[in-house]
């Protein structure tokens, strides 16, 4: 086994193994591929790994939870099954990872068998399958004798709790998943139950394409992998879609993988370039972010600095897109402060307000173009007026639309949408009145799932040289802010270096001259650690020149052709990022979007960026 690459590739890329118990799982490879020389290649390579990394901890039975079900034996059946074409055609498609959720069913060998042969004709079908666990399990707090499901295992008569047997006697939302998903599986579909609050869902690879949430009531962001079930990176069930795309591309997963794997050894000051790279070939390697945020820990400012400069320039391409702005921005409200994220966070979850008037805002963090806002309102509970307002450059507040401009998609969960304007805007600020009470006894007057604001979102422009160092060290008389004082040199040509410290975006250098223009300037812009130029200007008399947004975080100017040079100031206007800024942008490029739970994923990579330690000016 330790010779045949594939299968070692395969073993890394199939996801985690329960506290680390690759040792069974092996064991487990080893013993099926003594007993069955097929397993060497091809499906049934896949199905023994798969079945090793998952019974490498005991999977329970279902209907007699102290029974562990028998790992070799499923492999046998399985390959028998899947000899005889018994499952539906995307099974023979599935790669490892995948499978892992179809021979990891809880339900025993004889009741896969009792599904196939049982389910209803409507749902024979890889798109409906899942879809039969509603049909066929009957909702039901009490059964037909009138004892509670409360009651445990009194509710089933302290029966096995067979799917043929909770076909009979009906149950709740747990027994209702549990059935959808082993009846998936049964037809080599993968899927799983996940938990929500209060309630037990189910995730099934519809038509062995993408992964649907199936009887859920609070959506992806609320879904956690159900105990028994083993995952990867995170028990969030969005990470499950994550591995979905991950194992889309296996080129790209396997090598991204195998350079977070040789990072673990000491590569010095390229430990941070090796991660970086991986990062970049499959963002969805989600452990390569977990192993780059601790490598800042380490690493050297022109090695971050060269690593992340493409990352600063792809970022900057993003913001131009107009796109949803609004997205995870600071928000304030007048009610309902601990709810308060939930107004933008692409989840639909509610901010419900009790007050028969009330007020939030959302910060965009720079002056931006407006093209659209939406406001998708929770049930009947809208507002029937309302302002809306922005903030100019000088951050004074101008009414730019009312109720009356809004185009109402419905009076129940519709949308409130409003053209964009031309002011650049910072903030926007939304007055609510006049109320709708909810219908359900919770007394709200206003609810609202979400608000897009969408536009291109601009980027906050300043001094960024100031009281930086500079070479030579005299020359730090140059950004100090002081224009009272005149600085002078007598040498032709004259050199001064401003260090920005972090790696920056350089729109221009304003010369701030004591008089005239004096002499030629030429302007260049580079990576401080490897003195790469990303810029340089030519040779001429300025008094402001443009770098275009340039990548760097060093300026170079060399004067000449005067006798002598006078300056009050020279100023570097741009916009500074630290490293775990970049990262982050990276992360909100790669992980765009709401669908399939994604602000969950953003959210836990940020939160995991944001706490690296790491106390160097470039961060």
């Known amino acids: 086994l330790v010779h045949d690459r594939t299968a070692l590739e395969t073993i890394m890329t199939s996801g985690d193994v329960e506290k680390d118990r690759y040792k069974e799982a092996v064991d487990i490879i080893v013993k099926i591929i003594k007993q069955d020389s097929n397993a060497k290649s091809g499906l049934k390579l896949n199905l023994a790994v798969a079945i090793g990394l998952t019974f490498s901890t005991p999977v329970h039975s279902m209907a007699i939870s102290k029974n562990t079900i028998d790992g070799i034996a499923r492999y046998h059946n399985f390959a028998a099954w899947s000899d005889k074409r018994l499952f539906y055609e995307p099974f023979y498609k599935l790669n490892a990872w995948q499978m892992r959720y179809v021979v990891g069913s809880w339900a025993e060998d004889s009741e896969l068998e009792w599904a196939r042969a049982n389910v209803y004709a409507a749902y024979r079908s890889p798109n409906k399958i899942a879809d039969a666990g509603a049909a066929m399990v009957a909702y039901k707090l009490v059964n037909d004798d009138g004892i509670s499901v409360h009651s445990g295992a009194a509710y089933y008569y302290y029966k096995p709790v067979t799917m043929a047997w909770i076909h009979k006697i ?34 099934w690879l519809k038509n062995g394409q993408y992964w649907s949430l199936g009887y859920d009531i609070s959506g992806w962001s609320a879904s956690t992998t159900h105990s028994g079930i083993q995952w990867s990176w995170s028990i969030k069930s969005p990470f499950i879609a994550v591995m979905e795309t991950a194992q889309r591309e296996p080129r790209n997963y396997r090598l991204s993988e195998k350079l977070r794997l040789a990072a673990k050894f000491d590569l010095g000051p390229r430990k941070f370039t090796v991660l970086e790279h991986a990062s970049t070939l499959c963002p969805e390697n989600i452990d390569v972010w977990y192993d780059l945020s601790n490598a800042l820990e380490t690493a050297k400012k022109g090695t971050v600095e060269k690593a992340l400069q493409d990352e600063l320039v792809t970022m900057e391409s993003n913001r131009k897109r107009a796109k949803n702005i609004g997205l995870g921005k600071a928000v304030s409200v007048s009610a309902e402060q601990g709810s308060k994220g939930k107004l933008n966070d692409g989840s639909s979850s509610e901010w419900i307000v009790k007050d028969p008037t009330a007020w ?32 100019d450059q000088n951050n004074h507040y101008t009414k730019v639309r009312t109720e009356k401009d809004q185009k109402l998609t419905s009076t129940f969960n519709g949308f409130s949408i409003l053209s964009g304007w031309e002011m650049k805007t910072r903030k926007i600020k939304f007055n609510l009145r006049d109320g ?43 950004v100090d802010g002081d224009m009272s004082r005149v600085w002078s040199s007598q040498n032709d040509p004259t050199n001064v270096a401003i260090d920005l410290k972090k790696l920056s975006l350089v729109d221009t250098v304003r010369f701030n001259w004591a008089g005239a223009i004096q002499g030629r300037q030429s302007v260049s812009c580079e990576l401080g650690g490897s003195g790469n130029v990303t810029m340089a200007t030519k040779e001429a008399s300025y008094k402001e020149v443009s770098l275009d947004g340039a990548v760097g975080s060093k300026i170079g100017v060399k004067m000449k052709g005067s006798g002598q040079f006078q300056l009050k100031e020279i100023e570097v206007v741009g916009t500074s990022f630290g490293a775990k800024e970049v990262l982050k942008g990276k992360i ?29 000016d470039f961060c």
């Open 170 to 203: 009906g149950g709740v939302c747990g027994a209702i998943s549990k059935f959808s998903a082993h009846m998936a599986q049964a037809h080599g579909i993968p899927a799983m139950p996940v938990g929500q609050p209060g309630h037990c869902a189910f995730i």
């Open 360 to 391: 939030f805002e959302i910060d965009l963090g720079a002056e931006s173009d407006i093209t659209q806002v939406k406001i998708q309102w929770w049930g009947q509970s809208r507002a029937r007026s309302f302002d809306v307002l922005a903030t």
């Open 436 to 478: 709708i009470k909810d219908p359900w006894g919770y007394n709200a007057y206003f609810g609202i799932r979400d608000v897009t604001v969408n536009g291109i979102l601009g980027r906050p422009l300043s001094v960024i040289s100031r009281d930086k160092p500079t070479e030579p060290a005299t020359a730090s008389q140059l």
């Open 588 to 616: 909100e490029e790669k992980f765009e979007g709401t669908a399939q739970g994604k602000a969950t994923v953003r959210g836990i990579l940020t939160y995991n960026i944001n706490r690296a330690q790491c106390s160097q």
